[in-house]
């Protein structure tokens, strides 16, 4: 529908300048300010009379020298002036275009200067007074806006006159719109006063979000133009990918654009508003967006000076398609209104400070809007309660429902089974309990995000067999039981798994399950099962997950060895097996082919010998965790080739001789203490390292003295005590995924650290095409 936009702007924008010669074509803003200003000095003498600076005997013989000219030059000055009212007078009747006020709006004075001028200007200022008187009057009349919203009066304050959004709007619409769009009656019908009130509207929300002094992009907002062409292109993120944001529009209701109304003739209609994100709105949304009757969608995000709550009153936009009010500080309740909205499709209200209590009823007006395909309601904390069952089982159309980060808890409900379009389900860092069994015949599912919360139920073999849609499964930081289900490693489509933090203890499937496994490769690419307590071994049958890029197992109950057949995974870069109980053996060879590896933790894994100087050889490497084991000798220089590396964790071995590696001046965190190793730490501490933990602390009473002199070290330990260092340093699985899972932004230490899911579902973006919005 905007494919002409640019053809379109260029033609309007050339008639307007080959139109407008004259200092009255400024800005529709700027001329604002100008005109408050103004109308706050009308009560001052816009004259003034400085004395001349002579004395009084000076002044009377100049008015004596004068006395003989005063009748001549009088008498001359009053035919004068006769001769140019008499002239002005003709110029101005005689021209149709003052009387039409044409003149206002291409800044015509109907010729001439001097005394022609101010009577000129006095003819305009008497139109716009009378404009302006209209424009208060249909408002008022009609309801479109509160009568105090647009009383002088009501606008006073201490510090002067501040005006209300819609005063400010009602002044530019009356005097300093270069449209000059007419004013209706009060008796006009509705369909008559649309194109008033349409840009009415469009000025409330500007002013009233702060467009005139704060919006960093104005989008030709209170220009001449229609307000159809209140629109811009952006580039996005510096790529060649185009956006518009602004104003968007259709025909008349229901109607084609035709080669005729290409330039619409003022009827064009607003059926959707979308403006860019950071923006610097500030301020809060005004109710009179109602008036915009054929409104599709309305998309404002990531302003976060946006405040108040949202008006009722959007209730009233029955074509509304798409509301998405995403990361303001939008407050209060949802609308129970809105449940008047038939056509909503998408509900996007995530990231706000929005209040709601299921247990009183406040989201059941959702059970009214069966159009609903989405509903984003995260990071509103204080939106809290159980899910609705009888809500939820309405919502029939339902795709995405994405809660995390708000106050729900209790039980899913039965009725969520009945969500059978259900395509990805987000319902993390909450306090949901119980089971998920209701959710395993919704066989259209895609993403399923339920971590941290506590969830206890139990799975088998048989769980998730029926999704087979099924790409990213995340439950992790629950109390889910039972075995790791062996149907996930037959879902073609599933990419990513994290069951972490769970307390599951059945072993994973045998090697035979995986040897029968006869369908298409599996895809998946992200295995996490870290800190449960699986027993048995790692069957040998996690090396056909061919495409596995991360693979967690640490700290569980496995036994035996670690199997030979993950040095299979070609893609492999993250590799953490640390802290199981497996046999006692030197650090597999096979790990020297790894050459992909950017992370390897094998910390408390029975490891023996020495640690080898094929290691250098891993040039890739940024994280390396071998502490907890019976390591010895000497630490091979060979490590120094890893110039990547960021963390190494070497503590609680039996390693002596030199540390050295000053070569690797990216390392942020080392951790050797526990060890023999002796010297000075003086070539590392010419890096920047944020922690730094070794053996250079001193004990008189019990005769101990630092085996490593660092001036650099955050903290010093000594052998025999256990108490110094007693944290675990599992970096590996705390390290925060902003972009995606696999994908490291930095590491976090954190006690409280975890992974945090990264996914987009589109919705937005892809209603917006619909709506030409975004190229296609």
């Known amino acids: 529908m905007l494919a002409n936009n640019n053809d379109q702007r260029t033609f309007q924008t050339e008639a307007n300048n080959a139109n407008n010669n004259n200092d009255d074509d400024e800005d529709g803003a700027t001329i604002l300010d100008d005109g408050l200003s103004t109308i706050d000095d009308e009560q001052n003498d816009p004259y003034r009379y400085p004395g001349s600076g002579m004395t009084s005997a000076q002044a009377a013989a100049l008015r004596s020298d004068a006395q003989h000219y005063h009748c001549f030059t009088s008498s001359l000055l009053l035919i004068t002036f006769m001769i140019s009212v008499i002239v002005a007078s003709v110029r101005y009747f005689g021209n149709p275009q003052i009387l039409s006020g044409e003149s206002i709006s291409n800044g015509s004075n109907g010729g001439g200067g001097g005394l022609g001028d101010l009577w000129g200007n006095a003819a305009r200022e008497k139109i716009n007074a009378a404009r302006f008187k209209s424009t208060l009057e249909y408002l008022i009349s009609r309801d479109v806006s509160l009568p105090s919203t647009l009383s002088a009066e009501a606008n006073s304050g201490l510090f002067g006159k501040s005006y209300t959004p819609q005063y400010q709007a009602a002044l530019w619409m009356a005097r300093y719109d270069p449209y000059r769009i007419s004013i209706p009656s009060p008796t006009e019908s509705s369909r008559e006063d649309g194109p008033f009130k349409q840009r009415y509207a469009l000025a409330v929300l500007y002013f009233a979000t702060g467009g005139t002094d704060r919006w960093t992009h104005k989008m030709d907002f209170l220009s001449g133009l229609h307000e159809c062409m209140w629109v811009n292109q952006f580039e996005v993120n510096g790529i060649a990918n185009i956006m518009w944001f602004g104003v968007f529009c259709d025909g008349e209701p229901d109607m084609m654009d035709t080669a005729e109304d290409v330039f619409w003739g003022g009827k ?46 959007y209730s009233a936009l029955k074509h509304l398609g798409l509301l998405a009010l995403m990361d303001t500080s939008l407050s209060g309740p949802i609308p129970r209104e809105f449940g008047r909205l038939k056509k909503l499709e998408l509900l996007m209200l995530q990231g706000n400070q929005l209040t709601a209590d299921t247990t009183q009823e406040d989201l059941d007006f959702l059970q ?22 009888k809500t939820l089982s309405n919502l029939k159309n339902l795709k995405v429902l994405s809660l995390p980060n708000c106050g729900f808890y209790g039980p899913l409900p039965s009725g969520m089974s009945m969500l059978t379009e259900l395509a990805a389900l987000n319902l993390e860092e909450n306090s949901f309990t119980g089971g998920i069994d209701m959710i395993m015949g919704l066989t259209n599912l895609q993403v399923i995000y339920l971590e941290n919360n506590m969830f206890d139920g139990t799975f088998n073999d048989t769980h998730f067999g029926e999704l087979t849609d099924l790409i990213r499964l995340d439950v992790s930081n629950n109390q889910f039981k039972g075995a790791v289900p062996r149907q996930l490693f037959n879902l073609s489509s599933l990419v990513v798994v994290d069951m972490s ?38 069957p040998a049958g996690i090396g056909r997950l061919k495409n596995l890029t991360m693979l967690d197992l640490s700290i569980n109950e496995f036994t035996g060895d670690i199997p030979s057949e993950i040095g299979q995974l070609e893609e492999l870069n993250i590799l953490f097996l640390g802290n199981n109980k497996f046999d006692e053996a030197p650090m597999p060879e096979w790990i020297r082919n790894m050459t992909h590896l950017t992370e390897l933790m094998l910390q408390g894994s029975s490891l023996s010998e020495t640690i080898p100087e094929w290691l250098g050889e891993l040039k890739d490497l940024t994280f390396l965790d071998l502490g907890g084991n019976n390591l010895a000798d000497m630490i091979p220089q060979s490590l120094g080739n890893l110039t990547q590396l960021m963390v190494l964790i070497l503590n609680e071995n039996r390693l002596e001789g030199e540390l050295g590696l000053g070569e690797l001046a990216k390392l942020e965190t080392i951790i050797i203490d526990d060890n023999d190793l002796t010297g000075n730490t003086n070539a590392m501490c010419e890096h920047h390292v944020e922690y730094f933990i070794s053996d250079c602390g001193a004990n008189s009473t019990l005769g101990v003295n630092p085996e490593l002199n660092c001036t650099c070290c955050t903290l010093c330990c000594y052998d025999g005590n256990p108490d110094c260092n007693d944290r675990e340093w599992f970096g590996n699985h705390a390290a925060r995924k902003e972009y995606g899972y696999g994908e490291r932004s930095y590491w976090d230490f954190g006690d409280n650290a975890g992974i945090s899911a990264s996914f987009d579902y589109n919705g937005v973006q892809d209603y917006l095409k619909d709506l030409g919005l975004l190229r296609k």
Not at 284 to 312: Q, V
Not at 372 to 386: A, E, V
């Open 501 to 538: 933090l769970n307390n599951m203890t059945l072993e994973l499937p045998s090697e035979e399950y995986f040897s029968s496994l006869n369908g298409p490769p599996s895809n998946l690419e992200f295995l996490s099962l870290h800190s449960n307590t699986i027993m048995g071994t790692i």
């Open 368 to 389: 009214d809007m069966t159009s609903l395909t989405s509903i984003k309601l995260d990071d509103n904390t204080q939106i809290i309660g159980t899910l609705p069952n």
């Open 268 to 313: 064009r209609t607003v059926t959707g508003i979308s403006l860019p994100p950071n923006n610097k709105m500030f301020g809060s949304l005004p109710p009179e967006i109602r008036h915009l009757k054929y409104l599709k969608a309305l998309h404002i995000s990531r302003e976060p000076t946006l405040f108040g709550t949202i008006p009722f009153q």
